[in-house]
């Protein structure tokens, strides 16, 4: 009776181990290099419809991409002449000022960025010092108060993307509401340094405020418009409405006879200068019917007696 021995046990599953990794080796390459020739040739293929694409659209006289570019190009400029040339919006708004009120909101964003990351350009810089030596205003320190600093360059951000924003619109409605945001921010800056400056007042906010004011009377006077009128406090709008209505009560009451129809009708001299120009008009368009009717056998009596008919007019009703 034969009995195998331990060792040659231990040999015979080696071998067999060793025999079945070579087979999964063998089952992964071959896996591996089917894999990767499929997807070489997917590659192959996405690559070739992409060219295909690409030189399509370059031959394509509608989608080529320089036409695209161009278009967009295009399309850019004409949205920024509708919104700039009030010939082309019909909104008859104020341009220079639209276009001020967009210098205002792209200067805002660089002083909001100059008191994050440049303070000492206008913050609490050599200017400010200046100011501080000729006012006695406190003079700002960005290292001991960069809070409140970057509190107000968050402010003056803001601020700025409004004026960016306004200047997009076609309203002179959204020009004064900027021009207000100037007046208010420099008014209360200004009383703050005037009367209370060792508590609210400093150097930067008197710079601050000086500066709106010029952009507010800027503004103001680029768009015609009035001061009191952008702050709010103007009657005139008001005023003009009671005026509309009143006219339009008067003709009511013109109707219904509660009024003399000749009550408040000009006097001669007032009609003189009314018909003056009036009647230049009037007898050079009755000269021209003459001559057009001259034509028919009743024109020559009829144009005459047109005009013998308004001089008549004109005798009684003027002198």
């Known amino acids: ?60 006289p509608v989608h080529n991409p320089i036409r695209t570019t161009q278009r967009t190009l ?44 440049m303070p000492g350009l206008l913050y609490d810089g050599p200017i400010s010092g200046f100011v501080s030596a000729v006012t006695t205003l406190p003079k700002p320190n ?26 997009e619109s076609t309203s002179d409605d959204a020009y004064k509401v900027i021009a207000t945001l100037n007046g208010v921010f420099a008014a209360a800056g200004l009383l703050g340094c005037i009367f209370s400056p060792h508590k609210f007042g400093s150097s930067f906010l008197l710079l601050a405020a000086l500066q709106d004011v010029f952009w ?3 503004i103001v006077n680029a768009g015609g418009y009035g001061v009191l009128e952008t702050l709010g406090l103007s009657a005139k709008a008001v005023v003009n ?16 006879g509660e009024i003399d129809e000749n009550e408040g009708a000009p006097t001669g001299s ?25 034509q028919d056998e009743h024109g020559v009596a009829f144009g005459t007696g047109d005009i013998n008919n308004f001089n008549d007019y004109k005798k009684t009703n003027i002198n």
């Open 1 to 60: 009776m034969s009995s195998t021995s331990p060792s040659n046990q231990h040999s015979g599953s080696s071998a067999a181990s060793g025999s079945d990794a070579m087979q999964r080796t063998s089952e992964l390459a071959q896996r591996l290099s089917k894999d990767g020739a499929d997807l070489a040739q997917r590659l192959s293929k996405d690559g070739s419809n992409l060219a295909q694409k690409v030189a399509s659209n370059i031959n394509d």
């Open 74 to 117: 295009e399309a850019s400029r004409n949205i920024f002449a509708q919104r700039t040339d009030p010939s082309r919006s019909g909104s008859g708004h104020s341009s220079k000022a639209q276009r001020i009120v967009f210098i205002k909101g792209v200067f805002d964003l660089f002083l909001a960025a100059s008191l994050v990351w």
């Open 142 to 167: 960005w290292e001991m108060d960069t809070g409140n600093a970057y509190g107000l360059a968050s402010l003056i951000l803001g601020a700025g993307m409004a004026g960016i924003c306004a200047a």
């Open 216 to 218: 507010f009377f800027t």
């Open 241 to 256: 409405e009671e005026e509309r209505l009143a006219k339009r009560d008067e003709r009511a009451a013109r109707k219904k």
């Open 270 to 294: 007032e009609r003189e200068g009314d018909f003056e120009g009036l009647n230049k008009g009037l007898e050079q368009d009755l000269r021209e019917d003459k001559r057009r009717m001259d």
